[in-house]
């Protein structure tokens, strides 16, 4: 049975993995094409944790409110991430690098936590959602192999 490229047998092996830069900037000859990274970004929101709020705010608002509303959403998102996409592509620096550099080691942490919460947050607001809606469509209700025991009255 053959292992993957990069495992401990490869570094006991004398074959030296490859940086990941997290303390430098990525060097023009590992960075990766705009077609590559397009793409990661157009398929990342594909998903129905993302279809079904997007679904109701279209269904609350009016297909043409709604859809103004997703429109202006999406050009406010864009225009961020291209601004730190453009900075990242032309330094090759990660978000972290530039953050310590723009904020400082704590205000870095600072950036960063925000940053994780608002990730963390959007996807469980995306995921609770989609939870409800489907509940609410079909019906579904907690299985039975989970359902609660019934409460038994001792004399």
């Given at each position: 049975?053959?292992?993957?490229?990069?495992?401990?047998?490869?570094?006991?092996?004398?074959?030296?993995?490859?940086s990941?830069?997290?303390?430098?900037?990525?060097?023009?000859?590992?960075?990766?094409s705009?077609?590559?990274?397009?793409?990661?970004?157009?398929?990342?929101?594909?998903?129905?944790?993302?279809?079904?709020?997007?679904?109701?705010?279209?269904?609350?608002?009016?297909?043409?409110?709604?859809?103004?509303?997703?429109?202006?959403?999406?050009?406010?998102?864009?225009?961020?991430?291209?601004?730190?996409?453009?900075?990242?592509?032309?330094?090759?620096?990660s978000?972290?690098?530039?953050?310590?550099?723009?904020?400082?080691?704590?205000?870095?942490?600072?950036?960063?936590?925000?940053?994780?919460?608002?990730?963390?947050?959007?996807?469980?607001?995306?995921?609770?959602?989609?939870?409800?809606?489907?509940?609410e469509?079909?019906?579904?209700?907690?299985?039975?192999?989970?359902?609660?025991?019934?409460?038994?009255?001792?004399?």
């Amino acid at each position: 049975m053959t292992q993957p490229s990069g495992t401990a047998q490869d570094a006991h092996a004398g074959i030296e993995l490859e940086s990941e830069f997290e303390h430098s900037p990525v060097p023009p000859s590992h960075r990766k094409s705009l077609l590559t990274v397009s793409a990661v970004w157009f398929g990342f929101p594909m998903i129905l944790t993302n279809a079904v709020p997007g679904g109701l705010v279209v269904a609350l608002l009016g297909f043409w409110q709604g859809l103004a509303a997703i429109l202006v959403a999406n050009v406010i998102m864009f225009a961020y991430v291209s601004l730190l996409s453009y900075r990242a592509g032309q330094t090759g620096k990660s978000f972290s690098l530039q953050a310590t550099e723009t904020f400082g080691t704590a205000g870095y942490a600072i950036a960063s936590g925000f940053l994780s919460t608002v990730v963390v947050g959007w996807f469980a607001f995306n995921t609770g959602a989609t939870g409800a809606s489907l509940n609410e469509a079909f019906g579904w209700t907690r299985p039975s192999w989970r359902a609660r025991p019934a409460s038994s009255s001792s004399p």
